[in-house]
């Protein structure tokens, strides 16, 4: 079945720690995105990526680290600088040009910092 | 920057009967697409509808409709015969079809509506 597979879905952290959480798609889309959710926040943006190789900071990118070597795959990074990591992270995908507009989503990653 | 709002942190409903959630933007283009998203407790995002400015008829699908009211930047949902598998966090989000240094493809969320759904 083509879709959005995020893993893991459950996390736990140590202060202080570099943590990656993975999100590949199998749907050929070119775009995909990392957001950020905490309660009563909504969805927030970290980081999306439109093409391989290239990827744009979101409203909240402070603290965390993306790639995009495959169209397949865009891993988020939350490194220590970031303050406050406790939060549940999704990440989507969705076609461009001619697309419309419809974001996927995966089931969410739910980190938690000890 | 467009802005989304959804005024009602939470709502119930009495199953079978029907629901409005309320949900304003503010943007100063004439095209872009509104979306609602139900978010349950699984988290799993889950497209409800969407809508394209550019048509005027409200788009619906099965026993969800929106109220999509451009000049007042206005995009309800309205869901009828309410289920208790509907209750959830509902979401209504908005995209630009321009592309400001890549923007494009991009959806801005209001903070959510909780809904309930009463037995």
């Known amino acids: 079945d083509g879709g959005i597979t995020q893993s893991p879905k459950y996390l736990f952290r140590k202060e202080g720690q570099n943590v990656t959480l993975s999100c590949e798609q199998n749907?050929?889309?070119?775009?995909m995105y990392w957001y950020r959710q905490d309660p009563g926040q909504g969805l927030r943006l970290i980081y999306y990526?439109?093409?391989?190789?290239?990827?744009q900071k979101g409203d909240i990118a402070e603290g965390y680290s993306v790639s995009r070597e495959k169209k397949e795959s865009f891993p988020l990074t939350v490194t220590s600088a970031q303050k406050n990591p406790t939060a549940f992270y999704l990440c989507?995908?969705?076609?461009?040009?001619?697309?419309?507009?419809?974001?996927?989503f995966g089931e969410g990653s739910r980190l938690t910092v000890l | 920057a467009q802005t989304v709002t959804q005024s009602q942190p939470e709502m119930s409903v009495q199953e079978a009967e029907t629901v409005t959630l309320s949900c304003t933007y503010d943007?100063?283009?004439?095209?872009?697409?509104l979306f609602w998203y139900k978010q349950p407790p699984s988290r799993q995002m889950i497209l409800v509808i969407r809508?394209?400015?550019?048509?005027?008829q409200n788009a619906t699908e099965n026993r969800f409709s929106v109220n999509f009211q451009k000049a007042a930047k206005s995009f309800s949902l309205k869901i009828s015969d309410s289920q208790l598998g509907d209750a959830a966090m509902y979401f209504c989000?908005?995209?630009?079809?321009?592309?400001?240094?890549?923007?494009?493809?991009?959806?801005?969320f209001g903070k959510g509506t909780k809904l309930s759904v009463k037995p």
């Open positions: 989507a995908s969705s076609l461009l040009a001619g697309a419309n507009g419809e974001l996927f």
């Open positions: 749907l050929n889309h070119d775009a």
């Open positions: 990526s439109q093409i391989v190789n290239d990827f």
């Open positions: 943007t100063s283009e004439s095209d872009y697409y």
């Open positions: 809508q394209e400015a550019y048509k005027q």
């Open positions: 989000a908005y995209r630009s079809v321009m592309n400001y240094g890549g923007s494009q493809g991009n959806l801005i």
